[in-house]
T-cell receptor
Framework: ETGVTQTPRHLVMGMTNKKSLKCEQH?????MYWYKQSAKKPLELMFV???????ENNSVPSRFSPECPNSSHLFLHLHTLQPEDSALYLC????????????????FGAGSRLTVL | GESVGLHLPTLSVQEGDNSIINCAYS??????FIWYKQESGKGPQFIID?????DKRQGQRVTVLLNKTVKHLSLQIAATQPGDSAVYFC??????????FGAGTILRVKS
């Protein structure tokens, strides 16, 4: 496989469930990201990892817990979510986080569509 | 703060015509801009980028124009095809190398 792969593609969960989203990149990139995409809103950056270290956490509620066991894999653990958390969650990777101009192109996965009942 | 906005939320064009998608940005310190295309059921896909030391950059059937005076960015698609139907996002990289995305413009191509 090439590129950025996200699983599952669709997830329906209740507010008391615990689930995880998985992302894997086969590009040899050093940085990985989680974005939230809600209808008619700009992409919201949630977390950034560089070489398995979290470098940014954009005031995301603690019910979202990221994990980056290595530079190729990224998880988003979900628990006690709210209906307003329903959205498309996009994973992305890039060569580096802090880069010179023009070198910060993100490659996105297809996303995990989450519905919280 | 930074913000990126789009003038038209939806653009409908006839197949074969040229499309122009516009984007306004607010951070004059932004030095790099990207256009992404997102088709239904897929993640955003890189189209073209431009650095702030350039006014124009061309790719295959696409051209990005940057007007730093008025902080405006546009994406031109030549001979628009049905496969071009998607949501188009502009993004700017400013302070802290963080990409800030706009809300998106829907492009609909009529056959």
């Amino acid at each position: 496989e090439t590129g950025v792969t996200q699983t599952p593609r669709h997830l329906v969960m209740g507010m008391t469930n615990k689930k995880s989203l998985k992302c894997e990149q086969h590009l040899g990139h050093n940085a990985m990201y989680w974005y939230k995409q809600s209808a008619k809103k700009p992409l919201e950056l949630m977390f950034v990892y560089s070489l398995e270290e979290r470098v940014e956490n954009n005031s995301v509620p603690s019910r979202f817990s990221p994990e980056c066991p290595n530079s190729s894999h990224l998880f988003l653990h979900l628990h006690t979510l709210q209906p307003e958390d329903s959205a498309l969650y996009l994973c992305a990777s890039s060569q580096y986080v802090t880069s010179t101009r023009g070198a910060n192109v993100l490659t996105f996965g297809a996303g995990s569509r989450l519905t919280v009942l | 703060g930074e913000s990126v906005g789009l003038h038209l939320p939806t653009l409908s064009v006839q197949e074969g015509d040229n499309s122009i998608i516009n984007c306004a940005y607010s951070n004059s310190a932004s030095d790099y801009f990207i256009w992404y295309k997102q088709e239904s059921g897929k993640g955003p896909q890189f189209i073209i980028d431009i650095r702030s030391n350039m006014d124009k950059r061309q790719g295959q059937r696409v051209t990005v124009l940057l007007n730093k005076t008025v902080k405006h960015l546009s994406l031109q698609i030549a001979a628009t095809q049905p496969g071009d139907s998607a949501v188009y996002f502009c993004a700017e990289k400013g302070d802290g190398n963080k990409l800030v995305f706009g809300a998106g413009t829907i492009l609909r191509v009529k056959s």
